[in-house]
T-cell receptor, first 110, second 114 residues
Framework: GIQVEQSPPDLILQEGANSTLRCNFS?????LQWFHQNPWGQLINLFY???GTKQNGRLSATTVATERYSLLYISSSQTTDSGVYFC????????????FGAGTQVVVTP | GAGVSQTPSNKVTEKGKYVELRCDPI?????LYWYRQSLGQGPEFLIY????????DSGLPNDRFFAVRPEGSVSTLKIQRTERGDSAVYLC????????????FGEGSRLTVL
């Protein structure tokens, strides 16, 4: 099946800093989502982005499907950004199966 | 409802008991998914439904696990003869259709098997 690798595995930021999270995947995808899992375990949708670039407030994401990677940018980080960020992908060979990466654990300190 | 609803939010049971976990998807969403998340890991696929039928149940770990969606809306995940290794958070998600669009997840049901 498809491999999804996220980097870095852990990230500690000071409030106000910017950061970039990366997601590499091993096959062509027709669905790519970024999620934020908050400390209570809720998976919150950030972006549905199988290709292209999107922005939502301080967050933005870019997927370069031909090169099989996606980037999530966090600008002016806040303590509420803390949590685990997951990239998840789906391929045409695996309809319905969203394959998650291992996540990036982000801690934003005041 | 406004989002995916899962009950119970927490379930503690003894080894060998039977457990049911319920998922109520977003109204109008035809696809429904079950995932399982162990501590420190990403969610893992169990099964998904398109309408009433299980389109892919290849992620179910063994025949103690079963899921139904009899009317194409609410789904129940059933676990027989629970084992300590079944302890995890069970997540349900729904999407407008299987082939397009985002999955939206509920808050999960945390199962602890003693």
């Amino acid at each position: 099946g498809i491999q999804v690798e996220q980097s870095p595995p852990d990230l500690i930021l000071q409030e106000g800093a910017n950061s970039t999270l990366r997601c590499n995947f091993s096959d062509s995808v027709n669905n790519l989502q970024w999620f934020h899992q908050n400390p209570w375990g809720q998976l919150i949708n950030l972006f549905y982005i199988p290709s292209g670039t999107k922005q939502n407030g301080r967050l933005s994401a870019t997927t370069v499907a031909t090169e099989r990677y996606s980037l999530l940018y966090i600008s002016s980080s806040q303590t509420t950004d803390s949590g685990v960020y997951f990239c998840a992908v789906m391929t045409t060979d695996s309809w319905g199966k969203l394959q998650f990466g291992a996540g990036t654990q982000v801690v934003v300190t005041p | 409802g406004a989002g995916v609803s899962q009950t119970p939010s927490n379930k503690v049971t003894e080894k060998g008991k039977y457990v049911e976990l319920r998922c109520d998807p977003i109204s109008g969403h035809t696809a429904l998914y079950w995932y399982r998340q162990s501590l420190g890991q990403g969610p893992e696929f169990l099964i998904y439904f398109q309408g009433t039928g299980a389109a892919d149940d290849s992620g179910l770990p063994n025949d103690r696990f079963f899921a139904v969606r009899p009317e194409g809306s609410v789904s129940t995940l059933k676990i027989q003869r629970t084992e300590r290794g079944d302890s995890a958070v069970y997540l349900c998600a729904s999407s407008p259709g299987t082939f397009t669009g985002e999955l939206f997840f509920g808050e999960g049901s945390r199962l602890t098997v003693l």
